[in-house]
C-alpha cells in the first residue's frame, strides 16, 4: 500500500478521499487554487501544495502542476477525483511516465471510454445493445434522419455538459453551435454525437469494480432518473424498477462493457431503460471514474469504493466473488448546489455565514436503528463560493432498512441542513423528495423539469417578512447606556407620536429577484437570539437559523435586505429598468452576439454569460436598439451588474408625427 497519495482536486470529492487516506493511515496531499488557499481541504489534508496563480479556474486542469507537487511533496500515487483530470487521458500517461501510479484506469481505457462514438462501437462489438445514433461528420443530416426529439451529446464528457434535447428541429443549427461551445470549454474538444430520444426514459447505472488479475464484479445498480438539465440531483441504489433477473442481466452488460475496453479500478456503466419496459435497456457511456453518487452504493453493500480504488491500484487482488456481493437496506442521495431555484435555478455564489450539515453522531436523525446520516461536504464557514467551478457543494446521504424510511429520513435531513450567505437548491430537493410521483417510484429524466415550477415555492412566505422584521427592530433598538443605564426613549423603533395612538412600525425590505415590500409587522410574539429569530403569526411560531441579513429554515433561505427607495431611485440607470440586461448570476461574458445600435427583437440573444460551467443566454427583453453595451468577451460580471441597454422603439404613431 502507499505512504502518500496526492489527491488532484477540491471541494467535497477531495474531503471525502482524505477521509478514507486518513482511516488508512496513508498520508495525504492537497492541492489548490488561490480562490481556495483557505479550503476546507486545504485545512484536513496532512500537507497543502498551492498550484496558483491565476486564473484559478484552470489551477486544476494542469497536468503539470500536481505531478510537481507530488514530487515535492513524496507521493507515490495520484487521485483524481471526479471531473477536471480524472478522465483525462494526457493525465494518466503522464502519471505513469513521472514514476506515479494513477489511482484509476489504464489510459488506453480512458481514452477508449471517453470517446463516446468508440466506446459505442467497442460495447456493441461485445454484445451490450446500444442506442440508435449517430456522430461527427454529418451530424446534423443524422440528426434529421433520425427525426425529433434527438440529443446532442459531447463525445468527449459527462456531467451533462453541452447536452441538448432538441424537440424542433428547426433550431437544430443554434443549438448545434450552443452544445458545441459549452463541449468545447467543459472538455476541450467540440465533437459531438446525436442519439434518439427515449421519451419518460429513467437512467439506470451499474458500479464495477476491476482489480489487474482479470477479476470484474458488479456492485449493483443506481437510479439517476431524477434529473434537471441532464444534472442528477438525486440518486438512490437500488432501484425499484428492476426485478432480481433484469438486474442480474443488466449487471452483466456492465461487465462485459468494462472486459471490453480493459478495465481496471471503480467505475460506471450507464444505460437508459424505458420506463415501461425495463428488460430493454441501451449502453449510454461509460464514466472511468468514480461517480459523485457513489455513496449510496458504499452504503447499499458496506464497501468504501475509495479504499478498493486504492487497494486495486496497490496491486491486490479483489476477495470478492459476485454471489458474495449483496445488497443491504436502501440509500438515496441529494446534492446540494449553489443555484437559486427562485430564481430559475441560476448558479448562485457568496461566503458562507452559517452552516449545518446533518451527520451521525451530531444531528438529532441519527440514533434510529437502522438508519444512517451521512454528509460530503467541502464547505465550512466562511467558505466562498465563487462561479468558477461546479456548482455542487455538498450530498446528503441516508441510508434506511426500507426505501420509505430512506426518503422520510433524507427529507428531515434536508430540513436541518442550513447554508445562510449561499441560495441553495436543499429546499426544493426535500419538496421534490415528498413528490406523490417520487415517493412511488414512477420515476424518469424529465419528471423534475415537468414539476419544476410547483415544487420552487410560492414567493417569500409573509413570516419571512415578519421574522426579518423582528431582527431590524431589534437591531434599532436603543440600548441603556453603559455608564447611567438610562435608554433614550425617542430613538426606540416604537411607532410612538404625540397627541396620537402609535403608529404601526413600517420596514421598507426588499428580497433580491423580487419587488421591494414595505412590511407592517403585526407578529403576538417574537424572539431574536445570536442566531435564531422566532416570530408567533396568526397563532403559529416560526422558528429561522439567520445570519446577517440571511434568513433559513427547512432547507430553504432568504437574504432580505433593507431597501431605501430613495437611494435606489438615485443608483437606478438613465434609462427604464425594464431596458437594462443585467447579469442573472456572477460568471464571466464568452459571447457577445450585437454592437451598440444594432437593431435587434424581443427574445433575440445578445449575450451569453458562463458561470461554473454552464452557458445562460441574456436576451432582448422586446424590440428595440443597442444604446449601451457595457461588456467584452472575457469580462468578469457580477449578480445584477448592467451588461447591456435595449431602449424600445418608438410606437408607430410617434414616428409618423
Not at 443549438?175 to 430520444?197: C, K, P
Not at 470478492?320 to 441529494?334: M, R, V
Request: with cysteine; hydrophobic share 40%.
Amino acid at each position: 500500500m502507499f505512504d502518500t497519495v496526492l489527491v488532484a482536486n477540491r471541494g467535497e470529492i477531495a474531503v471525502r478521499v482524505i477521509r478514507t487516506l486518513r482511516a488508512l493511515g496513508i498520508r495525504s496531499v492537497a492541492v489548490f487554487s488561490d480562490a481556495d488557499a483557505d479550503a476546507r481541504h486545504v485545512r484536513e489534508a496532512d500537507t497543502a501544495v498551492r498550484i496558483g496563480p491565476p486564473p484559478a479556474g484552470e489551477s486544476y486542469l494542469s497536468v503539470e502542476r500536481p505531478l510537481e507537487a507530488a514530487h515535492r511533496t513524496g507521493a507515490q500515487a495520484v487521485h483524481p477525483g471526479y471531473g477536471f483530470l480524472a478522465e483525462n487521458a494526457a493525465f494518466a500517461r503522464a502519471c505513469a511516465d513521472a514514476g506515479l501510479v494513477f489511482i484509476g484506469p489504464p489510459a488506453d481505457a480512458i481514452s477508449l471510454m471517453g470517446d463516446k462514438i468508440r466506446a459505442k462501437e467497442t460495447v456493441r462489438a461485445a454484445g451490450v445493445p446500444v442506442v440508435p445514433g449517430a456522430a461527427d461528420p454529418g451530424l446534423e443530416a443524422a440528426a434529421r434522419e433520425l427525426g425529433a426529439p434527438v440529443l446532442l451529446k459531447p463525445s468527449a464528457g459527462g456531467g451533462g455538459k453541452g447536452m441538448r434535447l432538441v424537440r424542433d428541429l428547426s433550431v437544430l443549427e443554434d443549438e448545434i453551435a450552443s452544445a458545441r461551445r459549452e463541449a468545447r470549454a467543459s472538455f476541450g474538444d467540440d465533437t459531438l454525437l446525436v442519439e434518439r430520444w427515449i421519451d419518460r426514459p429513467r437512467h439506470i447505472e451499474i458500479q464495477v469494480l476491476a482489480d489487474g488479475h482479470g477479476k470484474v464484479i458488479h456492485l449493483g445498480e443506481r437510479e439517476c432518473s431524477l434529473q434537471r438539465r441532464h444534472q442528477k440531483i438525486i440518486e438512490e441504489a437500488p432501484s425499484v424498477l428492476l426485478d432480481e433477473e433484469t438486474r442480474a442481466a443488466m449487471g452483466e452488460a456492465a461487465v462485459q462493457a468494462a472486459r471490453s475496453c480493459g478495465y481496471r479500478g471503480a467505475g460506471t456503466v450507464e444505460f437508459i431503460v424505458p420506463g415501461n419496459d425495463p428488460s430493454s435497456y441501451y449502453f449510454m457511456e461509460m464514466n472511468t471514474r468514480l461517480q459523485v453518487e457513489h455513496p449510496v452504493t458504499e452504503l447499499v453493500t458496506g464497501l468504501d469504493l475509495v479504499e478498493w480504488q486504492l487497494r486495486i491500484a496497490a496491486g491486490e487482488p479483489l476477495p470478492y466473488e459476485q454471489k458474495d456481493i449483496t445488497l443491504t437496506g436502501h440509500s438515496i442521495e441529494a446534492r446540494i448546489c449553489a443555484e437559486d431555484p427562485a430564481r430559475g435555478f441560476l448558479p448562485s455564489g457568496g461566503t458562507v455565514l452559517a452552516l449545518c450539515e446533518p451527520q451521525d453522531g451530531g444531528s438529532p436523525l441519527s440514533g434510529e436503528p437502522g438508519v444512517r446520516v451521512r454528509t460530503d461536504s467541502g464547505l465550512s464557514e466562511g467558505t466562498e463560493v465563487s462561479s468558477l467551478y461546479d456548482p455542487m457543494l455538498s450530498k446528503v446521504i441516508v441510508h434506511g432498512p426500507d426505501r420509505a424510511t430512506a426518503l422520510r429520513k433524507l427529507r428531515a435531513a434536508l430540513a436541518d441542513t442550513v447554508t445562510l450567505g449561499v441560495p441553495t437548491n436543499a429546499g426544493f430537493l426535500r419538496r421534490l423528495l415528498a413528490h406523490p410521483a417520487v415517493v412511488a417510484g414512477d420515476l424518469d429524466t424529465g419528471l423534475v423539469e415537468r414539476e419544476a415550477d410547483g415544487l420552487v415555492g410560492d414567493g417569500v412566505p409573509d413570516e419571512v417578512y415578519e421574522a426579518a422584521a423582528a431582527v431590524r427592530e431589534d437591531a434599532l433598538r436603543a440600548r441603556p447606556d453603559a455608564r447611567t443605564g438610562w435608554t433614550d426613549p425617542f430613538s426606540v423603533p416604537s411607532g410612538w407620536r404625540m397627541g396620537g395612538e402609535p403608529l404601526p412600525v413600517a420596514h421598507p425590505l426588499r428580497v433580491p429577484g423580487t419587488e421591494p415590500v414595505t412590511h407592517i409587522a403585526r407578529a403576538t410574539g417574537r424572539t431574536v437570539t445570536g442566531d435564531r429569530v422566532t416570530v408567533t403569526l396568526d397563532g403559529v411560531t416560526h422558528t429561522f437559523h439567520r445570519a446577517g441579513s440571511w434568513l433559513g429554515r427547512d432547507g430553504d433561505s432568504w437574504n432580505v435586505q433593507d431597501h431605501d427607495p430613495v437611494e435606489a431611485s438615485l443608483t437606478r440607470s438613465a434609462y427604464s429598468g425594464a431596458d437594462s440586461l443585467t447579469a442573472p448570476m456572477p460568471g464571466t461574458v464568452t459571447v457577445v452576439k450585437v454592437a451598440v445600435g444594432d437593431a435587434v427583437t424581443a427574445g433575440q440573444g445578445l449575450v451569453v454569460v458562463e458561470a461554473m460551467k454552464m452557458e445562460h443566454v441574456i436576451s432582448a427583453p422586446h424590440d428595440g436598439t443597442v444604446v449601451e453595451l457595457d461588456v467584452t468577451p472575457g469580462t468578469t460580471v457580477a449578480m445584477d451588474q448592467v451588461l447591456a441597454v435595449v431602449e424600445p422603439h418608438a410606437p408607430e404613431e410617434e414616428v409618423e408625427r
